[in-house]
């Protein structure tokens, strides 16, 4: 008889139902995925951080057992604790008869009644990629540390994602024979191949931008908001005055306006609009590095890092990036949020030494085979045969 596995996340994104559909075809393993914002189910939903409506162009909901659970909030989302409140959740979980479950994140109402409940009855695993990097000083550190380790009480096994989500893990009383690692990941297949259609359309989305073989592209992609601090690649055309560079800041969020009034004298700085998951692999194509210059707060680990190394890009992240020390080592840089001149300086080497981005481009490649959806797999899998 099949292990019955229940997970409980508020909705479908790319970054986890691929990894679930290969879990549920997993030998001698069941699996449902119970979403808890049940309004979710329309895929198209207002994004505010992009500012506008977004809908995924790839499959979320083939290959696995799932439901939508019903959603009682009177303002229902993944934003604030009361947005997320299933009465039926636990029930459902339990008429399932689930031989163990998997919470995303505890900072809903129903998730972290799920942990409390199910502690002691069966496996309680937990999915989450917090860490210590934003952590506040003085007493509200104190307080939240206090209160984290009383919720952390309520889990088994935390399936941590990389190095800072591991010590944030262990400061609030997990012990080491409780954390699995279960890496971020994207399909990294996806991405990679086919490598030549995507590099004709990168082609060609290039001359239309009137791009030419002798520019050097540096890319920013993700929500233009402060977090990520889009302003940083304003600054690092400054300091790259020579007419061959070429920045281009792709997405949408509350900063676009002053991005653009800011960018307006440098006609080397583009911007284009929030692009879709079939996209992304060309975007990245157009672009010879990848920049993700995050300060914080709450960049747990910028898995536009693992897309863009999948694509064989070079990058350049933070310190306040949690997954940079995971994922750039002799591929790119780690620089303190805001270091310009260090920024400059590698792009500077990148564009003027052929065998040095080389080196960078395919160690990219060859690093992010360590993050993947059948790791995730593999581990999740030996852990529960485990248990």
């Not at 162009?57 to 409140?85: C, M, R």
């Not at 060609?204 to 302003?231: H, I, M, Y």
């Not at 672009?287 to 914080?296: E, N, Q, R, T």
């Not at 500077?348 to 080196?359: E, H, M, R």
């Amino acid at each position: 008889m099949a292990d019955r596995l229940a997970i409980v996340t508020t909705h479908p994104i790319q970054y986890n139902a691929p990894w679930f559909k290969l879990l549920a075809a997993e030998p001698g393993l069941s699996i449902k995925v119970f979403y808890t914002w049940e309004q979710s189910q329309k895929n198209e939903k207002y994004d505010p951080g992009f500012g506008k409506v977004i809908g995924w162009d790839i499959p979320l909901l083939e290959g696995y057992d799932y439901t939508f659970v019903k959603n009682i909030a009177p303002q229902p989302g993944s934003h604030h604790f009361k947005g997320i409140d299933n009465p039926t959740l636990i029930s459902e979980i339990e008429q399932w008869d689930a031989d163990s479950v998997l919470v995303f994140g505890w900072p809903f109402k129903s998730h972290l009644a799920c942990l409390r409940h199910f502690k002691g009855k069966i496996p309680v695993l937990f999915r989450g990629d917090s860490t210590l990097l934003d952590e506040q000083q003085g007493i509200k550190k104190l307080l939240r540390r206090m209160f984290l380790r009383y919720v952390y009480r309520h889990i088994d096994y935390a399936l941590y994602v990389g190095t800072n989500n591991k010590a944030y893990f262990r400061a609030h009383g997990l012990k080491e024979n409780q954390l699995c690692h279960v890496p971020h990941a994207i399909d990294n297949d996806r991405f990679s191949q086919p490598d030549d259609k995507y590099t004709i359309d990168a082609d060609a989305w290039r001359a239309e931008l009137q791009l030419t073989d002798d520019n050097f592209v540096l890319l920013f992609a993700g929500k233009l908001e402060a977090k990520k601090d889009p302003s940083f690649m304003l600054q690092l055309a400054k300091a790259l005055p020579a007419p061959h560079y070429r920045f281009i800041i792709a997405g949408n969020g509350p900063m676009e306006q002053q991005l653009k009034e800011a960018a307006a004298h440098d006609k080397r700085i583009i911007f284009i609009d929030f692009q879709n998951q079939q996209q992304m692999p060309v975007l990245y194509r157009m672009a010879h590095v990848f920049i993700l210059p995050s300060k914080g707060p709450g960049e747990t680990w910028g898995l536009a890092i693992n897309e863009a190394m999948a694509c064989g890009r070079p990058i350049v992240s933070t310190t306040l990036t949690g997954g940079a020390i995971d994922l750039i080592n002799n591929n790119g840089i780690i620089i303190e949020p805001g270091d310009i001149k260090a920024t400059a300086g590698y792009i500077t080497q990148l564009a003027s030494d052929k065998g040095i981005y080389a080196k960078a481009a395919a160690a990219s490649k060859q690093q992010v085979k360590e993050f993947s959806f059948s790791k995730i797999v593999n581990n999740i899998s030996s852990l529960l045969k485990s248990i």
